[in-house]
């Protein structure tokens, strides 16, 4: 046990690196259907002197999605030079939704963004806080009903900006976080002054950028 009175890191990494490799495979399934799906409308066009607009604009909107799942694939890497720095939070909830569109468990699943009050900059790894965020959505996931959404709150709480993640119809008071993803949160969150928090849902808190420069 850490002086935290968590798991070994060791147990964090491992987690994290389980959903990492989820979202790996999933960014990857999209990728192989876009360019299938560029390749099966470049065949249609060879040969014609004077594509059909149609097949253009879906050449064009398949490039384009193309383009949206690079850029998603370059959040997945964990960067051992980053640092912290002044972000907002709304930044990372939209970057982790992105991400998990693509996890097996996440598919066919909505994730709400909400900012409940007025949610303050803080201080921290804009990398590491989107994949936090990532692994909380992907706890939430346990809740899921037929429904099937997720709602990410963010909140100002004090000296801390609250980031949870609920089930819609997950049952009241439902704890979604268990001890490797709460090892896997706080290890990714070591630099940023954030931390697991536990029900309902998943939640994340990290200092806020004021209270992060009156304690420094």
């Known amino acids: 046990m850490t002086a935290r009175g968590h798991q070994d890191p060791g147990v964090g990494v491992a987690r994290w690196l ?3 490799d989820d979202l ?6 999209a990728v192989s259907n876009r360019l299938a799906t560029v390749s099966a409308l470049a065949g249609m066009l060879e040969g014609d002197s004077a594509p059909d607009p149609r097949f253009v604009r879906g050449l064009q909107g398949d490039a384009e999605q193309l383009e949206g799942l690079l850029q998603t694939l370059r959040m997945l890497p964990r ?5 912290v720095e002044p972000m907002l939070v709304s930044d990372a909830a939209d970057a982790a939704r992105r991400l998990v569109e693509h996890h097996p468990a996440l598919r066919d699943v909505t994730v709400q963004v909400e900012a409940l009050n007025d949610v303050m900059p803080v201080l921290a790894d804009a990398t590491a806080l989107t994949h936090a965020t990532a692994v909380c959505l992907v706890a939430a996931a346990r809740g899921l009903g037929s429904a099937r959404t ?5 909140a100002t709480a004090g000296d801390e900006v609250q980031l949870r993640a609920v089930a819609t119809d997950a049952a009241a008071g439902d704890d979604a976080l268990d001890a490797i993803d ?3 949160i706080d290890w990714l969150l070591s630099a ?3 931390r697991a928090d536990s029900a ?4 994340i808190g990290v200092t806020t ?3 992060s420069r009156r304690r420094a």
């Open 150 to 154: 997720i709602t990410l709150t963010l």
């Open 79 to 83: 960067r051992e030079e980053s640092s």
């Open 200 to 203: 309902p849902g998943c939640g």
């Open 192 to 194: 940023s002054h954030g």
């Open 18 to 20: 389980t959903v990492h």
């Open 209 to 211: 950028l004021q209270a």
């Open 24 to 29: 790996l495979r999933g960014l990857a399934h």
């Open 182 to 184: 709460r090892a896997a």
